[in-house]
């Protein structure tokens, strides 16, 4: 029960600052309106960092299934516990997008972009149609992301007997801060073509609450599209944990 809520709390954090961000930058008539992608990019690796420390202790704040199924493919992950992880993230995701559209409730009906309501709660590519190469995108940068987390933690502790314990790592000192610099390097670098989901929750939860909240002029939520950002994360995920693994550091 500790797990299921501490992820719950964890990715709803993530998700109102980081949606937020996205929502202060392209909604109409905020104070960040139209301040661009590096505030976008830094307003997210600030929401890993804090959803890192706020939870890392007791969950190690996977905060998204690519990571904890990552952590299964290599065997650091019982496979009971996937479901209390995945569930809780997703309900997470779902929750903390219901906060940004509360906080924000004004400004959707001041915004006439359909495309920028949808894009506060999940990612669109920048060039449709290539749903193949946004795949390509999101595995990239989500095996960058599981691998640097798993690399992170194997620097910052002594293994117990080759074990990788995120909820040791992840509690305090600097470690999640350099979680939320990999994300925001992520972001600056890999971001561009796709917005950089790496987290099905993340995308796929937010996009749920796009579908049912009652959002002035919202335009469809892309179901279309809502594949690239589950599946992708989900194999880049596994293909970020098996090459560490595979280095044998």
């Not at 954090?13 to 990019?41: F, H, M, P, Y």
């Not at 496979?79 to 940004?100: D, E, K, R, S």
């Not at 987390?149 to 509690?171: H, P, T």
Request: net charge negative; proline share 5%; hydrophobic share 55%.
């Amino acid at each position: 029960m500790d797990i299921f809520v501490a992820e719950l709390v964890g990715t709803a954090l993530l998700i109102i600052l980081g949606d937020g961000v996205v929502a202060n930058v392209v909604l109409a008539r905020t104070k960040g309106n139209d301040s661009g992608w590096i505030v976008i990019a830094t307003g997210w690796g600030l929401a890993v960092a804090l959803a890192v420390y706020c939870v890392g202790r007791i969950s190690g704040a996977h905060i998204n299934p690519a990571v904890s199924a990552g952590l299964w493919a290599i065997g650091e992950l019982e496979a009971a516990l996937l479901p209390t992880y995945i569930g809780a993230q997703m309900l997470g995701a779902f929750l903390g997008a219901v906060v940004v559209w509360l906080t924000y409730r004004p400004h959707w009906s001041a915004t006439a972009d359909q495309a920028a309501k949808l894009g506060v709660f999940c990612t669109a590519p920048e060039i449709p149609g290539r749903r193949g190469a946004n795949f390509t995108t999101e595995v990239v940068g989500t095996a960058v992301l599981v691998f640097g987390v798993l690399a992170i933690a194997a620097n910052a502790s002594e293994l117990s007997g080759g074990g990788i314990d995120l909820s040791a790592v992840f509690a305090t000192g600097i470690n999640p801060l350099l979680v939320g610099f990999l994300v925001w390097g992520i972001g600056l670098g890999l971001g561009g073509p796709t917005g950089y989901a790496i987290n099905p929750a993340r995308d796929l939860g937010p996009r749920i609450a796009h579908a049912v909240l009652p959002i002035p002029g919202k335009g469809g939520s892309d179901w279309g599209y809502a594949w690239v950002p589950i599946l992708g994360p989900l194999t880049g995920g596994v293909l970020g944990a098996l090459a560490f693994q595979g280095l044998g550091w």
